[in-house]
């Protein structure tokens, strides 16, 4: 295991100078404070927060609440944000809300009865109207919490990317999976959508697109692409783009079941590019969303910047094209 005195020469600095770098101190420089924070994440150092906390009588504690754990997306979040908060000196607590407000607020509360440096939330609707009366510096990513800064993928724009992909390779009947409308990811990417075939419908005739919507899970598009594929196939669409990379793969299932193929029969994209998108058979057509550059966004800002100085930051996700979708 890497020790501090491996970091400090490393990075070519004294010890004391990564011990003031993982305590921010802020009278390091920031050339100094980079390189030895690439040092850190170079040789996977993590502080020995025991001994840290028989020294300073403190831990350095960063909350962090997820609606759903079980969701691939939001696990793979959560570890890569554990990974740079431990790189920073930092232990991560983390909280899941089972999507629902009032166990949302609950475990806020109890993280800061811990005395965080501060919360990282995923929110569960718009409705998580909490306030926390400036306590602790909070940063929403993902879904916003409340009035607070947001850090998330462009969501609209992923959605738009898909749209345009589906429509190029000839599909004019065309079904979307909305997500809950709660939520203000589920009206993003739905607005996304819609107004990218807005935009087509003027350079490509007869398109034809049914939207549903419902949670972001397997089972909602499993039950919404049933209603959808049982159709006569003059009706049926021969695209399905989905709010989720869950959603499209319980739509592969359903297809499956009913003995459709997936991309011949019917072409199905998603969004998040879950580590499932490609093992999935076959491989799913998404929306890559850049979780370590979220993460790193969100612990930068929590750690690096005065409340006040927190805003939005919104990055670009990309367009990852595989098996499950094909011309027409």
Do not use: C, W
Not at 78 to 101: C, F, Q, Y
Not at 292 to 318: C, F, H, K, N, Y
């Amino acid at each position: 295991m890497p020790t501090v005195k491996d970091v400090a020469r490393h990075a070519g600095v004294s010890v004391g100078t990564v011990s003031k770098v993982l305590s921010r101190d802020d009278t390091v420089k920031e050339a100094l404070r980079d390189r030895v924070l690439s040092a850190v994440t170079d040789l996977g150092y993590k502080p020995n927060m025991a001994a840290r906390a028989l020294r300073t009588k403190k831990v350095n504690i960063i909350g962090l609440v997820v609606p759903d754990i079980t969701n691939p997306f939001f696990a793979n979040l959560a570890k890569d944000i554990e990974m740079l908060a431990s790189a920073r000196g930092h232990t991560v607590m983390l909280t899941n809300s089972h999507d629902d407000a009032p166990t949302e607020k609950r475990q806020i509360e109890a993280l800061l009865d811990q005395n965080p440096s501060g919360l990282i939330v995923v929110a569960s609707s718009d409705a998580s109207g909490i306030m926390l009366d400036g306590q602790v510096p909070v940063i929403s990513i993902d879904r916003r919490l409340g009035a607070f800064p947001l850090v998330a993928t462009d969501h609209a724009d992923g959605s738009a990317k898909i749209a345009e992909h589906l429509v190029h390779l000839g599909h004019r009947r065309i079904a979307y999976l909305a997500g809950p409308q709660n939520t203000e990811v589920g009206r993003l990417r739905l607005a996304g959508f819609e107004r990218a075939i807005a935009t087509l419908e003027a350079h490509h005739e007869g398109l034809r697109v049914t939207k549903l919507s419902g949670n972001f899970d397997y089972q909602t598009g499993e039950t919404l692409a049933r209603d959808l594929l049982i159709r006569p196939v003059e009706d049926r669409p021969t695209a399905i783009a989905a709010a989720s990379d869950q959603m499209a793969i319980g739509v592969l299932r359903a297809a499956n079941d009913m003995g459709l193929s997936v991309p011949g029969d019917v072409s199905l994209a998603g969004f998040d590019n879950v580590a499932l998108a490609e093992l999935v058979v076959p491989r799913l057509t998404t929306i890559a969303q850049p979780t370590r550059a979220l993460a790193e966004a969100a612990i930068g800002q929590l750690l690096d910047r005065p409340s006040a100085d927190m805003t939005d930051e919104v990055i670009s996700g990309t367009l990852v094209a595989r098996g499950s979708t094909a011309a027409v």
